[in-house]
C-alpha cells in the first residue's frame, strides 16, 4: 500500500432469518463498537458503526462484546483484516441476533390435565416418542401416564426417552400456539448435525430432525445432542428475538489509543448525483430515474482550481468548501425543480456530503393541434359526451353570455369567431379544445411548464403546474367573466401553447449533449491524499457527448434553461458563454 486513502463502512447487522448477510427488512444496528488496529504498526482505536473511516494500509477489524451475554454472530468471526488502497470503499459488515425468552407459557408443567387436551394425546400418540425401556409410548391419560412418563425423562435416561420427552414437549407448544415452526432459535449442535450456515435453525427444522432420528433409531448418537437444544427451547431459552435487544459496553481501554481516521490526509466525500423528478416536487422519490452521464463543475474555494466530472461521481476531497456547478447542455429544454444551478458544500468530516439536484425536461406530447377538432377527421370525433362536458365549462360568446347547449356545427362556428381581443371568449375557446385533448388521450394531470401563471398556484420554484389545475382555474374565472380579464389573458396564452402541443413535461430524461471541457483533476491536490475516480472526464476527449434519451434511466438532476419567467433563449445562449 502507498498511503492512499481507503473508506472502510463497518457495519452491525441484525440478522434476523440468521442467513449471514442483509435481507429485505433487516435493519443496521448503529452505535456497536468495533475496534480498528493498524496491522503495519500496532496502532488502535475504538469507534462507532455510525462512522465511515478514511485510512490508508492494512487494518484489522473487531466487534467488541457488549455487556449483555444474549448477542451472537450468524457468520464470520468476531475480527476480520481488511486492505485498503484506493478511494473505493470497503464494506465490513458483521451479521448477529440476539436471543431471549419466548411466550410466556413456554416452561407451563403440561402434564397438568387443565392443560392437555384428548386432542394433545392423540397427537403425541402419532409421534415416535419412547419409555425408558425404548418400547413406543402412547400416553392414555394427562393426569397419570403422561406426567409421569415426562416426570421421568432426564439426562440420565437413555438419550432416546430423554428425546421423546423435550419432542412431546415442543409439539404440545407447537400445537398451543406459544411457538412456531418459523420461529428461529439457537441450536448449535442441531446445526452442525444439519449443516447449517449459522448457529440458528428454525423449531420446525429441529423438531423434523427428532422426529426422523427417533423414527430411524432409538440409539442414535446425536439423540443427546438433538434432547440438549430442544430442552433449552422448552425452557424458554434461545428464542431470536425480533428486534435487536439492548446493549452497552464496557469503558474501552484507550491507554496508547490513537485516532487512525484520516492519517492519510484530511480529506473529505462528496457524493454528486441527478434525479429526474417526474412529479417535480424537488426530491427523489421511489421510481424516479437517474441521469447518469451529466458532466458538472467543481471548484475549490481553498486553491482556486476547477475540474469536470459527471454523474454520478464519488469524490474524495481535502477538507473545505466547493461549489459545485451543473454544466449547461446543448438543448433547451432542460429545467431545475430543486437545488440551484450552483451550490457550495462544506467538507469537514469523513462522512459523505450529498449533492443530488432534480430537473424535468419539456416537449411534445399528443395533443391536437387546436384547428383539428374543427375540421376532418377532428370535428368527426367530437361525440356527445365531449359535447356535455364542453357545456359543464363554464364556456361563453363574445357578449360573455354562456354558451351551453351547442350542437358540434354550432361549436365550430363558436370556435372560428373567437379572438384574444375578448379575453373571457378566446379563454373559453382554448380552454375548449385543451379539454377536448385531455377527453381523447392528453392525461389531465400532466405537468405543464408554466412560468406566467404558476404563482397563481402557489409555485414559486420550479413553475410546472398541473393542466387539470390549469382548467379548474380557467372554469372558475370564467363563471365571472368580467373580472381580472389581464389574468385570463395570461392563461389563454399557456393554453394555447399546450394545444400547439409545446411545453410537457416528459415522462423519462430527454436526450442532453455537452460542449467540450477541459477536466482537469481536483483528487490527490493535497499530498498523501490519493485515488482516482472513474468519473472523471478526459480532458477534450467527449466533445457534444450524449447523456441519455428519453425513457432510459439515469441519476441525477438537470438544469434549466432559465431563472425566471420569460427568460429568453439569447439569455440562455449568453448563459452558457459565461459558464465557460
Known sequence: ADGTCGCLHVKKLYDLNGNGIQDAGEVLIQDWRFKVRNVNTNAFFFYNTTQTLLLPYTYEVCDQAPTTNNWWLTAGTLCKTYVLSSATCVDATTPCVCTGQGHSQLSAAWWNPALTTPADLSALAALPIVDASLAHFTPTDAATSLKNWYKGASTASAPGYYLSANLALAKLNLLHGFTSASTLVKAPRVATILGAPSNYVTLGDLVALAVARLTASTSDPDLSNIATDLHNVNTNEGFVQASPCPFAFQPANTV???DLNGQCCQQGCLKVAKTYDLNANGQTDVGEPDINGWKFKVTSFQT???AYYQTPSTLYLPFGTYEVCDVLPQQYNWWLTGRP???NYTLSTTECVVSTATCLCTGASTAQAGGYWTKQPGLATIDAGDLAALSAS???????????GFT????????????STNAPYWLSDVLALSILNVRHGINPDILIKAPTIAPLFGITEHFFVKLSAIHTRAKQMLLTPTIDQATMLIIAQVLKDTNANQNFAQDGPCVATFPTVVSGNLNGLQPPCGGSNPSLLVAGGDNADAVTEKGAVSNGLSLYIGVGVGVAVIAVVAAVAAFF
Open 256 to 258: 496508547g489509543a490513537t
Open 304 to 306: 482556486g482550481n476547477t
Open 341 to 343: 444551478l450552483c451550490q
Open 394 to 404: 363554464n364556456l361563453v360568446k363574445a357578449d360573455l353570455s354562456p354558451f351551453t
Open 408 to 419: 358540434a356545427a354550432q361549436f365550430v362556428t363558436w370556435h372560428n369567431a373567437a379572438a
